[in-house]
């Protein structure tokens, strides 16, 4: 379970958005939301600089947000 979607509404940001900054459409991105395609570890990795949280809650791994270090 990837938690972009929760993250990207808690920053009320639009899919859009977040597809321009990862350079992919916003079909594919909302494709990486609801789980229809996995997540590259380019497109991890830029996520997780964006929102500052470890890859390992981005991807369900566990319940609180670690900010990177």
Do not use: F, W
């Not at 597809?19 to 594919?28: E, F, G, S, V, Y």
């Not at 390992?56 to 947000?65: A, E, M, N, R, S």
């Amino acid at each position: 379970m990837y938690r972009i979607r929760d993250l990207r509404e808690d920053q009320d940001r639009q899919q859009k958005e977040l597809a321009a900054l990862l350079n992919i459409t916003q079909a594919q991105y909302s494709n990486l939301e609801n789980q229809k395609s996995d997540i590259t570890g380019e497109k991890l990795i830029a996520l997780c600089k964006l929102y500052n949280v470890s890859a390992d809650y981005i991807l369900g791994l566990i319940d609180h947000p670690r900010p990177l270090k």
